[in-house]
Structure formats: C-alpha cells, structure tokens
C-alpha cells in the first residue's frame, strides 16, 4: 500500500517517491521535475498525498495540468496503476498507523473488555476478528490503530473494507444501543453470540460525523459489528 509521497530535491531536479509498505518500507520512483519546475514540488508532492485521502481528480489536476507533460503522464499513470483507494487507510491529516500489532486473547472476558474501553476512551482504532484455534477453540486477534477514521453523515458506517466475496449476515452498531450496556460491551456481546453459532465476526471503531461537508473529526465514536455467513476462520500457524 501507498503510505505517503515524499520528494529528494538537489540544484537540478526533484526527484518524487512513493513510500510503500509492503510490508517492509520501499521507494517507488514516480516522477523527476527537471530545474525550470523545482518550484512546483512541495505543491505537487502537498497534492499527492492529499489525493490519497480525499481523491479529488481536480484538485489534482490544477497541479498535474502546471508540470510537464511527460511528468503529468507519469504521475497519471502510477496512480492508476499503484494507488487503488483503501478504505480506512487515510485521515486528512496522513495515513492511519498500527500502533499496537495484534495481540490476542483466548475468550471475551473482562480483559479483553477493559483493553477495548481504555482504546476506545483515547479514541485508538480499534479492528477485532475472531479465529479457530488448533484445539477447536476460538480467540480474537486485536490490532490498534493510530485513530478513528471518520465517516460522513449519510455514508454508509463503515471504515473495514467487507473481503471481496464475503457475504454479510448482519452488521450492528453501536448507534442502536438500548438498555444499560455501552458501546464495548455490547459490541462484544453481539460478537459472542454470533461466534456461539460459528459464524466469522469482525469488530472495527470508526467517528460517524453529523455532517457530509466538513466531516472529519466531528461526529460520534461508534462500534460497527459484521457478522458473516461464513465459518470461524482458522487461526494463522507461524512457520
């Protein structure tokens, strides 16, 4: 995946990179601007990595339709190529970073409970799924990311991507909440008893703005629940 566009600058040109994960970090060469367009590169690069978030073709081009042909036609060209959107990646401040690998836990229980409050309180990503073990059981593999992605008002509650052929049984969120539990609790509640009839069950946080304009970081912390029908994947075994 595209992390973020950076640029190498000497007297005589600019040289812009894609820096990509994959997952270790490599550099893609995009585009050189030659002397007579050095100007333009903290501007192009600034657009670039904006377009990583918000996708907006003309925004981009007033700066493409500014450079070289050629180094238009490149920069086209790799984005159509190497910069698909991923959903959840990006915030308008850069790119959404695990901060905590996954760690798993054997059941739901009061730890995994309170490991979900206190990153849901500081308003860390939460992505939870559920795995069989070797021995029949089933456990939870938990990564935090850096923050919350937001979600305009009337777009669909979603920042994790649904697999391509997954077929959804059900998606819950915290938004219909009723009775005396929060959030986590009756995230993992709806997550257990989908789990009891061996269907695979995958948890993500996201902020759901009040507004369609102007929505990133307004909006309210929700949990978002998809149950699948499809078995408990198998947990992953380190060769």
Known sequence: MIHSFIAHTSP????????VRRPGDELDAVVTLGSADLHLTEELVSTLNSFLYDRDEKALGRVLNRVPKAVR???QQYLRDKCAPVMGAFTECGPVEAVREAV??????????????????????VRMSNERKSDGGVGWVVPLLSEEVSVPASAEPRTWAVPAGAKLVKTWTSERLTGGAGPVRSALQVAEEATAQGRWVRIHTLLHSRYDVDFE?????????????????LEHSEE
Request: hydrophobic share 40%.
């Open 73 to 75: 036609m490149a920069a």
């Open 217 to 233: 970081g307004r909006g309210t912390s929700e949990f978002v629940v998809d149950v699948f029908d499809a078995p408990i994947p």
């Open 12 to 19: 005589g040109r600019s040289r812009v990179f894609a820096l």
């Open 104 to 125: 798993y836990f054997g059941r739901i229980d009061d730890e995994i409970e309170d490991y979900l409050e206190g990153a849901y309180t500081i308003g860390l990503g």
